[in-house]
């Protein structure tokens, strides 16, 4: 196995991690803001400087995309904010960083770099679903944008790994 350096995914899905985390502090907030009209909460990720507006995009529907797409039903126990699915997400990725693709290994087949794509494959393809949902309300979110760019950032290492994946043939065109 290679050398891996903590900045390749290693510091990025740090980074998911608390920006997820912090996704679902803010979504919790705003919930509970509009229960108590006193509380005098803003995120500092509502910048009105520059228009943006993260609390306004995590009260959307599609903050909850597992119930958004009809997955689970609305209001269930698995209808969880898409905080909780990046720090799955980043987790996994966290770990599969610093375990590398072990050879034998119970859970090897999940590190294993075609199954990472397909994983990586599904975290990008909702960045691309959501990042046209800003483009469509015009509107601007900080912690959106991020997370977004993580997420394309590990795809593209994922297919690199899985382009190089040693005794792999690619026919020519």
């Known amino acids: 196995m290679a050398k891996r350096s903590f900045f390749d995914n290693g510091l990025l899905s740090v980074l998911g991690i608390l920006l997820s985390a912090y996704s679902i502090y803010v979504e919790y907030r705003v919930e509970r803001k509009a229960e108590d009209p006193e509380d005098d909460f803003t995120a500092l990720c509502d910048i009105e400087a520059i228009g943006a507006s993260c609390s306004t995009v995590f009260a959307l529907p599609e903050a909850k995309m597992l119930s958004f797409f009809g997955l689970v039903p609305h209001g269930s ?4 904010p898409n905080g909780y699915l990046g720090i799955a997400f980043y987790l996994l990725s966290l770990i599969r960083h610093f375990v590398g693709t072990p050879k034998s290994c119970l859970l090897s087949h999940i590190f294993r ?11 990008f393809s909702s960045s691309i679903f959501l990042a046209r949902k800003l483009y469509i309300i015009k509107e601007i979110c900080v912690v959106c944008i991020t997370t977004h760019i993580i997420n394309t950032t590990i795809f593209y290492r994922s297919i690199q790994e899985v382009l ?3 005794g792999r043939k690619i026919k020519p065109q």
């Open 77 to 80: 126990i698995l209808d969880i």
């Open 113 to 123: 770099p075609t199954v990472n794509l397909i994983i990586t494959t599904l975290a």
């Open 164 to 166: 190089s994946v040693p």
